[in-house]
């Protein structure tokens, strides 16, 4: 049989695309419930209507991307049943604790709250409503640390015990699963990586109207909320992604010398930016290098050795050789060089966008103080030296900001295509290899029907999601109406009845 079409490949590549496509939402979800709150929290304190009409329409998108995400995620727990049944049967008592957890804890918050805020703008007095957006959000945060802690199990398993008799991972120390650096550190990550794909979904729906003149006083609010989001989101995530590196290294070190295509030893060891050639027979040969950057990564200093592939390759196989046994622990050395790479280009492009946006912003408040005017009468953005502004680069940025709004989500694909690609032949890191999970008895055809099935089920869901996302985005923010700027002072809803008022979701 072809090995590019073995079950165990065609059950990865099913899983690759699923949990890929699905976690296009989760990162947006995260960000969006809090900058959601933040906006109702502005309109509870100020009363301002901008930020009512900003929760209203940044709220819409988001209860859009949180069903779309909910439902892709309802499919990915089918797979390890379907094609990874020996993977479940090892694992279960471990893995099953945090994603219990999320189930009953953190999704039970997100579904019970969302409820509640969805249907209650005029059954709710304000600050109870805003409440309840709060707890959503909260619920996001909590249920994206029980999966990324069972995943860390996965990356570096710890507080279990292998049952001689039954063969399978027992789970001895849940505090242990739930707090090991590797979590926490990942955790870190993924929130600050959030943080930026919100900030750049905020920035480019903003620039679009913007760049219309349409909703002004709203999108130029959301549009500063959504850059300094953005660029605070960058910087913190190179911290959390400088702390997770270390620990990749100690714990993984042939991840960290296949994302270099690192295949000799080498100290210092520098990073490339990019290379040409063979990257997985190590005959590249490497365009723009920086040096040591690599042994920082490692051992936060310039100068120490990071051992390379061959090195760690042959190492794995002495330690492994009475256990496992395998023939090579080397990953797929391309996808895990240009993974890193993808990850790290697309995540800080849209930073620097973000950066550039803070400071042409910033200029044109100056400009308006200069000229005593206020900031809607000056152009937009981008001064030029007779301070004023251009409108050729008012348009580039614009244009730029709305095409931002993909690089995060690209940087955080290509980031989990690392992580996991990086870890193999592991499927849990050091105890059970991936040959050894997938289902035995699914054959060739099975796995690629339902491969098929649920590719062709997502791209129409991307259809459904694109085409919402579209027409809400291009609707803007609602007009008001006077129950929304007069919300009930007591539960139940206002002190008239009225029967016939439409839902509070159809705002």
Partial sequence: MDLALAPETLARWQFGITTVYHFLFVPLT??????????????????????????????????????????????????????????????????????????????????????????GWDKLPKRIHLACIWMVAIGTVLSAYFILAANSWMQHPVGYRINEESGRAELTDFARVLFQNTALAQFFHTMTAAAIVGGAFLLGISAFHLMRKKHVRVMRTSLRVGLVTLVAGGLLTVVSGDRLGKIMYEQQPMKMAAAEALWETQGPAPFSVFSYGDVAAGHNKVAIEIP??????????????????????????????????LDDYRPNIPVAYWGFRWMIGFGMASVAVGAAG??????????????????????????????????????????????????????????????????????????????????????????????????????????????????????????????????????????????????????
């Fill in 292 to 325: 040591g950057v690599l042994s920082f990564l490692a051992h936060d200093n310039f100068t120490e050795e990071v051992p390379g592939i061959n090195d760690t390759n042959a190492m794995l196989k002495e330690k492994y050789k009475d256990t496992i046994g």
């Fill in 30 to 119: 995260i960000s969006l419930s809090s900058l959601v709150a933040g906006f109702q929290t502005a309109w509870v304190r100020t009363s301002d209507e901008k930020y009512l009409r900003a929760t209203k329409f940044w709220g819409k998108l988001f209860l859009i991307n949180i069903a779309m995400g909910v439902v892709t995620g309802i499919l990915q727990e089918f797979q390890f049943g379907m094609n990874w049944s020996d993977y479940s049967r090892f694992v279960g008592d471990v893995f099953g604790a945090p994603l219990a957890f999320e189930a009953l804890i953190a999704f039970f918050f997100e579904s019970t709250f969302i409820g509640l805020w969805i249907f």
């Fill in 358 to 507: 803070l400071y042409l912003t910033r200029r044109k408040l100056w400009l308006a103080e200069r000229l005593r005017t206020t900031a809607d009468e000056v152009p937009r953005l981008a001064l030029t030296k007779n301070r004023e502004l251009s409108p050729w680069l008012t348009k580039w940025y614009w244009r730029l900001a709305l095409w931002t709004i993909a690089f995060p989500l690209i940087a955080n694909s290509w980031g989990w295509i690392f992580t996991e690609m990086g870890r193999q032949p592991w499927v849990v890191y050091g105890v059970l290899p991936t040959s050894s999970a997938v289902s035995p008895s699914v054959s060739q055809g099975e796995v690629l029907t339902s491969m098929i099935v649920y590719t062709a089920l997502y791209a129409a869901l991307a259809v459904i999601e694109v085409k919402l996302l579209a027409k809400y985005v291009k609707a803007g923010p609602p007009e008001l109406t006077e129950d929304d700027l007069n919300p009930p002072t007591r539960i139940g809803g206002h002190d008239r009845d009225d029967a016939d008022r439409p839902m509070a979701f159809s705002y």
